[in-house]
């Protein structure tokens, strides 16, 4: 019996007017009163997850910053892995050299040392940003929780980044476009394990839904992995069940398959 659900926000419950739709709606409410917990897990903020978790009305454990921030029932962060601060530095002056957007992020913002950053042609991020020129400051450094970079799969920039990078980092592609780097032991699976372990769960008991690569982790524990139709194939192959597209209501439809059955 599933007694929890995780979901990733964009792509997979968020559709690209950046809405969750009627039918996802009715689909989680009715989740909730049945008694199955609704757990957000996305690389947003935490400042953004908590819109969305607050818009829901869910309850229970969150995480955001791809699992690097865990948020507890009041809507306070209750675990955090900061990035180390010296990797963090090191990898803004190196995204500024190479000329890769990217945006730095910590509990409640998004900092970029650009007034208007590209990055913001693929994401709705304004809200919670924060210009900061010299972003390798000890206050940004010191606090962040993941970097995002705009960096397509294809850049031959991805192998240089990895190969200085990534013994200390973990990199995970969050689309063709996106990348989210966070500390080696942080991820959106340690995220779910935590909010698993808090909550008494078993990994039978918990169906995990996304649609990139970063959901891997994810779809391959939980006992239930859901993979969106707009999902690529590495993460549909690794699903027990392929949805229909994010736009198509994928949530909803896997929710009333294996939940409203």
């Given at each position: 019996?599933?007694?929890?659900?995780?979901?990733?926000?964009?792509?997979?419950?968020?559709?690209?007017?950046?809405?969750?739709?009627?039918?996802?709606?009715?689909?989680?409410?009715?989740?909730?009163?049945?008694?199955?917990?609704?757990?957000?897990?996305?690389?947003?903020?935490?400042?953004?997850?908590?819109?969305?978790?607050?818009?829901l009305?869910?309850?229970?454990?969150?995480a955001?910053?791809?699992?690097?921030?865990?948020?507890?029932e009041?809507?306070?962060?209750?675990?955090?892995?900061?990035?180390?601060?010296?990797?963090?530095?090191?990898?803004?002056?190196?995204?500024?050299?190479?000329?890769?957007?990217?945006?730095?992020?910590?509990?409640?913002?998004?900092?970029?040392?650009?007034?208007?950053?590209?990055?913001?042609?693929?994401?709705?991020?304004?809200?919670?940003?924060n210009?900061?020129?010299?972003?390798?400051?000890?206050?940004?450094?010191?606090?962040?929780?993941?970097v995002?970079?705009?960096?397509?799969?294809?850049?031959?920039?991805?192998?240089y980044?990895?190969?200085?990078?990534?013994q200390?980092?973990?990199?995970?592609?969050?689309?063709?476009?996106?990348?989210?780097?966070?500390?080696?032991?942080?991820?959106?699976?340690?995220?779910?394990?935590k909010?698993?372990?808090?909550?008494?769960?078993?990994?039978?008991?918990?169906?995990?839904?996304?649609?990139?690569?970063?959901?891997?982790g994810?779809?391959?524990?939980?006992?239930?992995?859901?993979?969106?139709?707009?999902?690529?194939?590495?993460?549909k192959?690794?699903?027990?069940?392929?949805?229909?597209?994010?736009?198509?209501?994928?949530?909803?439809?896997?929710?009333?398959?294996?939940?409203?059955?």
């Amino acid at each position: 019996m599933i007694k929890l659900i995780a979901l990733d926000l964009d792509g997979t419950l968020i559709n690209a007017d950046q809405e969750v739709s009627i039918r996802n709606r009715e689909a989680i409410k009715k989740c909730i009163d049945m008694g199955v917990m609704v757990s957000i897990h996305t690389g947003r903020c935490a400042a953004s997850t908590m819109e969305t978790i607050k818009d829901l009305k869910l309850k229970g454990y969150h995480a955001s910053s791809s699992g690097a921030l865990l948020i507890d029932e009041q809507l306070k962060p209750c675990y955090e892995k900061r990035m180390p601060e010296r990797f963090v530095r090191e990898l803004f002056l190196t995204c500024r050299e190479l000329k890769i957007p990217f945006l730095g992020q910590t509990f409640d913002t998004l900092i970029s040392y650009e007034k208007r950053p590209q990055i913001f042609n693929y994401m709705d991020s304004e809200t919670f940003f924060n210009y900061i020129p010299d972003m390798t400051i000890d206050d940004v450094v010191q606090n962040t929780l993941q970097v995002t970079l705009i960096l397509s799969d294809e850049d031959p920039k991805n192998e240089y980044l990895k190969n200085r990078f990534g013994q200390d980092l973990k990199f995970r592609r969050a689309g063709k476009m996106f990348i989210n780097i966070i500390d080696n032991s942080a991820g959106k699976l340690t995220g779910l394990k935590k909010v698993m372990e808090i909550s008494g769960l078993k990994k039978e008991e918990v169906m995990s839904m996304g649609d990139t690569e970063v959901d891997l982790g994810i779809i391959n524990y939980s006992g239930t992995g859901v993979a969106m139709g707009n999902s690529p194939e590495v993460l549909k192959m690794a699903a027990d069940f392929v949805s229909t597209h994010c736009e198509e209501d994928g949530v909803a439809h896997a929710i009333e398959k294996f939940i409203f059955k």
